[in-house]
């Protein structure tokens, strides 16, 4: 079983910088691509970014290019999406999700696992 534990969501002013972590139970952590995800109120959950097992790849939505990076640390079994130059429509609730794959994928329903969420919430 895979369970996926989100945190360092918070408040921050327009132009900040917040780094969300996601911990990763389970075995082979390297073979999962992760993903980060993200739901405004109201809106549908939609792909921020994401990366290969071996870190080697990566990939964003464009608007998130430039000032988000997502990382990860296989020793740790963690995955990191770090937020710069933050805006107010950045404000969502934050998701990480796993699939074991060796090829990148943004399809959400690619990914079978999921983690609660986090929450950012960027003041203007």
């Known amino acids: 079983q895979v369970q996926l534990v989100e945190s360092g969501g918070g408040l921050v002013q327009a132009g900040g910088s917040l780094r969300l972590s996601c911990a990763v139970s389970?075995?082979?952590?390297?073979?999962?691509?992760m993903g980060w995800f993200r739901q405004a109120p109201g809106k549908e959950r939609e792909f921020v970014a994401a990366?290969?097992?071996?870190?080697?790849?990566?990939y964003y939505a464009d608007s998130v290019k430039g000032r988000f990076t997502i990382s990860r640390d296989n020793a740790k079994n963690t995955v990191y999406l770090q937020m710069n130059s933050l805006k107010p429509e950045d404000t969502a609730n934050y998701y990480c999700?796993?699939?074991?794959?060796?090829?990148?994928?943004?399809?959400?329903?690619?990914?079978?696992?999921w983690g609660q969420g986090t929450q950012v919430t960027v003041s203007s």
């Open positions: 999700a796993a699939r074991e794959t060796l090829t990148i994928t943004t399809i959400e329903d690619n990914f079978p696992y």
């Open positions: 389970g075995r082979a952590f390297s073979r999962y691509v």
């Open positions: 990366i290969r097992g071996s870190g080697l790849g990566t």
